[in-house]
């Protein structure tokens, strides 16, 4: 997070960012959505058996799914843990713009692996999303994308209904991100 600037050009000490909502954790239970929010569920076929369970947990988890989608993403650890905190970012330069989010909570299970991150002040947003891999019974690998937000900001607000198409257009794309990812 880049510090505060005041006017005069000095630099003020970072404000700790917090959680933009109350309902920290909410993806876990993709059915029990918290009311007040757009809710986004997108699920795709990545594979089948178990060198693409693992292929596609790795891509997921060690942020690699976001980079290769064409977001640049900064993270405080190499693969997602509650806490780390995560920067993503499009544009370039001083074009670039970046939404801070922290991992909330993570799942490195045998049939599912995956994590979500929660916005922080700043976001443009208020929410959470989960990025999760499952195999299913019959060796199937899916890819899972599960969020809740509303806008934050005066400009995400007046975007309206141009949010959520934007949202699964990136949902879709990382489906196809971790299906190419997951055959090598």
Same mark, same amino acid.
């Given at each position: 997070?880049?510090? %505060?600037?005041?006017?005069?050009?000095?630099? $003020?000490? !970072?404000?700790?960012?917090? &959680?933009?909502?109350? !309902?920290?954790?909410?993806?876990?239970?993709?059915?029990? %959505?918290?009311?007040?929010?757009?809710?986004?569920?997108?699920?795709?076929?990545?594979?089948?058996?178990?060198?693409?369970?693992?292929? $596609?947990?790795?891509?997921?988890?060690?942020?690699?799914?976001?980079?290769?989608?064409?977001?640049?993403?900064?993270?405080?650890?190499?693969? $997602?843990?509650?806490?780390?905190?995560v920067r993503v970012s499009i544009g370039a330069g001083p074009l !670039?713009?970046?939404?801070?989010?922290?991992?909330?909570?993570? $799942?490195? !299970?045998?049939?599912?692996?995956? &994590?979500?991150?929660?916005?922080?002040?700043?976001h443009p947003e208020t929410g959470e999303e989960s990025f999760v891999?499952?195999?299913?019974?019959?060796?199937?690998?899916?890819?899972?994308?599960?969020?809740?937000?509303?806008?934050?900001?005066?400009?995400?607000?007046?975007?309206?209904? %141009?949010?959520?198409?934007?949202?699964?257009?990136?949902?879709?794309?990382?489906?196809?991100?971790?299906?190419?990812?997951?055959?090598?």
């Open positions: 997070m880049t510090p %505060l600037v005041h006017r005069l050009g000095r630099t $003020a000490p !970072e404000r700790p960012a917090r &959680f933009t909502y109350q !309902e920290v954790g909410a993806t876990r239970t993709p059915d029990a %959505l918290p009311d007040g929010y757009h809710h986004l569920r997108h699920r795709a076929l990545v594979g089948h058996g178990r060198d693409a369970f693992e292929a $596609a947990g790795t891509a997921v988890t060690s942020w690699r799914m976001h980079r290769a989608s064409g977001a640049r993403l900064r993270a405080d650890a190499d693969r $997602a843990e509650p806490g780390v905190r !670039e713009y970046g939404v801070p989010c922290e991992v909330v909570w993570t $799942a490195y !299970e045998e049939t599912r692996t995956g &994590f979500a991150y929660g916005t922080l002040t700043g891999v499952e195999q299913a019974p019959d060796g199937s690998v899916w890819f899972t994308v599960t969020a809740f937000s509303r806008p934050a900001r005066w400009y995400t607000r007046l975007a309206g209904p %141009l949010v959520p198409v934007a949202q699964r257009w990136y949902a879709r794309r990382l489906g196809r991100t971790v299906r190419r990812l997951a055959r090598g």
